[in-house]
């Protein structure tokens, strides 16, 4: 029997569901080297040998190009970043740190507005313009009206995706309007116990009809920045990214330095305000990180 390779759906119990080439789900436990020296997480492309027609041992773990935590998954190629016009309102903040937090792992941020039938167009086109500036692909969406749900499917084909954005926003739901009957987990409080579900279960990756991949937990559900470097800050933002080259400095922070590039931009309009107001933020919040830590 030769190896081929496959992408592993999910852990159970040390054994894990391995999606093969040709689509069927077989079970596959790893070879004990491998199990002492890599975790095999949700999304790993692995190399397995067959047995019979239903189960596998797993050999290789391959390289991964992403892996995020909380929930862990490898190898996610975009994250969608979900916010409500409305109800529940837009948190500015909580979406730039979302879209750091994705281009600090390799993730293509899209940003995906939902809930558009709550709101006059404007609002979301006002929306959309903060994001489009920085370069971001901007769907709007109703997943309760259907609307914007064909251009969503487009953008999750062939791709591995994650979702994040605020309880609330309509993850589940957009999911569910792009594929009914996806078996999603979904945070509802629980009929018996009245608690919220547990969240520390291990993530699946569900395999989509249109082609393509979603985590079936929301991706960063635990924001951690401290493991970003402050210097570096400045380049998870696009925009920012685009107009330093014009900052006199190298070392620019683009606070109250001489001739900045990115004021500059921010002055003719070229950065969004609540962008360039949250990478201070966020600049501010690394650096109080990065005092105690010494
Ligand atoms: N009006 C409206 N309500 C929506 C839309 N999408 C979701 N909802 C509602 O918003 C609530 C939260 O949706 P859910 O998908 O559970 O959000 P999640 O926490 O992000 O997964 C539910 O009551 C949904 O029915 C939408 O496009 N328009
Ligand atoms: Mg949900
Ligand atoms: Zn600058």
């Known amino acids: 029997m030769t190896s081929e390779i496959g992408r592993v759906l999910r852990g159970v119990g040390g054994l894990y569901d391995v999606q093969t080439g040709g689509g069927r789900i077989i079970r596959c436990r790893p070879r004990g080297k491998i199990k002492q020296s890599v975790t095999i997480l949700a999304g790993d492309r692995v190399r397995y040998l067959p047995l019979g027609e239903n189960e596998g041992i797993i050999e290789e773990v391959l390289p991964r190009s ?3 935590y909380r929930p862990a998954v490898a190898n996610v190629d975009q994250l969608i970043v979900v916010s409500a016009c409305a109800r ?13 937090l994705a281009e600090s792992r390799g993730l293509t941020p899209v940003v995906c ?32 009206l259907g609307v914007g749900i064909e251009e969503l499917r487009r953008c999750l084909q062939g791709k591995t995706s ?36 547990q969240t520390t279960r291990q993530v699946a990756l569900l395999p989509l009809e249109c082609g393509g991949y979603v985590a079936d937990t929301p991706g960063f559900s ?73």
Do not use: W
């Open 113 to 144: 507005l939902n809930k558009i039938d709550l709101v006059p167009d404007s609002v979301p086109e006002e929306l959309a313009a903060i994001y489009e500036k920085a370069g971001y692909t901007v769907l709007k969406c109703s997943a309760k």
């Open 88 to 100: 529940p309102d837009p948190q500015l903040l909580l979406m730039d740190k979302l879209l750091v």
């Open 222 to 294: 635990q924001l951690r920045l401290d493991d970003l470097d402050q210097l570096k800050l400045d380049s998870y933002f696009p925009e920012l990214r685009k107009y330093k080259t014009y900052c006199r400095f190298t070392s620019c922070l683009h606070r109250s330095e001489p001739d900045c590039g990115v004021k500059e931009a921010l002055k003719d309009g070229q950065i969004a305000e609540s962008r360039y107001q949250n990478y201070v933020l966020l600049l501010d919040e690394l650096e109080d990180l990065a005092r105690t830590r010494y």
């Open 66 to 68: 992403t892996v995020i």
């Open 162 to 197: 994650s979702f994040a954005g605020p309880s609330g926003a309509g993850k589940s739901s957009l999911l569910n309007a792009v594929q009914p009957g996806l078996r999603l987990i979904t945070g509802e409080v629980s009929r018996k116990t009245g608690r919220g579900r």
